[in-house]
């Protein structure tokens, strides 16, 4: 039991390079979200999906697009990378209260 | 609306010192709130939750949090600081919508001890 997984760990883009973050989680939850940190502004949400088959907007969603590809799968993309968008992000998927996290994607954008 | 606001974004506090950090939450409705952990280059640990049930709320590592309605705070405290406790330590609220829980983070306080 693997709980939330991420790949990659770290990733260096180019401005207006595309890349896809990969969320998996084996709790059989409905809801996954996607978060982005970055220093002294704490977690904001950038998409997520209440059940398989559907997505909704969070706090921060531009310049990104998800799908969710099953029950398990969550995916964040980026079609042209910004430097506003070197940050590290947190998949997560909760269950009721309990909010369980994924290791986390540091990414860089030159 | 939800939102939580904690102050201090960096906390110092000798090894054996109390732990004090602060958190002031807002919400329309009864809140949920909780404590997170982040340790260097990982992702959030839950430290504690506050359910409604009693105001004092014990969780792992020492730590315990109360709610105080009248003040609208969830401040964090541990006796005694240990090396192991430094760390960034993040105060959320939730509140249930019609598309699930939504978590709100506040901006987090970067804990250090001090040998």
């Known amino acids: 039991n693997a709980g939330v997984t991420q790949t990659p760990k770290f990733q260096v883009l180019k401005t207006g390079q595309s890349m896809t973050l990969q969320c998996a989680q084996d709790?059989?939850?409905?809801?996954m979200y996607w978060y982005r940190q970055d220093p002294g502004m704490g977690l904001r949400l950038i998409y997520y999906?209440?059940?398989?088959?559907?997505?909704d907007k969070g706090e921060v969603p531009n310049g990104y697009n998800v799908s969710r590809l099953n029950k398990r799968e969550f995916s964040l993309r980026l079609e042209s990378a910004a430097p506003s968008q070197t940050s590290v992000y947190f998949c997560?998927?909760?269950?009721?209260?309990?909010?369980?996290f994924g290791p986390g994607t540091r990414l860089t954008v030159l | 609306a939800q939102s939580v606001t904690q102050l201090g974004s960096h906390v110092s506090v000798s090894e054996g010192a109390l732990v004090l950090l602060r958190c002031n939450y807002s919400?329309?409705?009864?809140?949920?709130l909780f404590w997170y952990v982040q340790y260097p280059n990982q992702g959030l640990q839950l430290l504690l939750k506050?359910?409604?049930?009693?105001?004092l709320v014990k969780g792992i590592n020492g730590f315990e949090a109360e709610f105080k309605k009248s003040e609208t705070s969830f401040h964090l405290t541990k006796p005694s600081a240990h090396m192991s406790d430094a760390a960034e330590y993040f105060c959320?609220?939730?509140?249930?919508?019609?598309?699930?829980?939504?978590?709100?983070f506040g901006t987090g306080t970067s804990l250090t001890v001090i040998p």
């Open positions: 997560a998927s909760p269950s009721g209260l309990d909010q369980f």
């Open positions: 709790m059989n939850h409905n809801s």
């Open positions: 999906s209440a059940s398989e088959g559907t997505t």
């Open positions: 919400s329309s409705v009864p809140p949920y």
């Open positions: 506050y359910t409604s049930a009693a105001t």
């Open positions: 959320a609220v939730s509140a249930y919508t019609n598309t699930g829980n939504q978590f709100y």
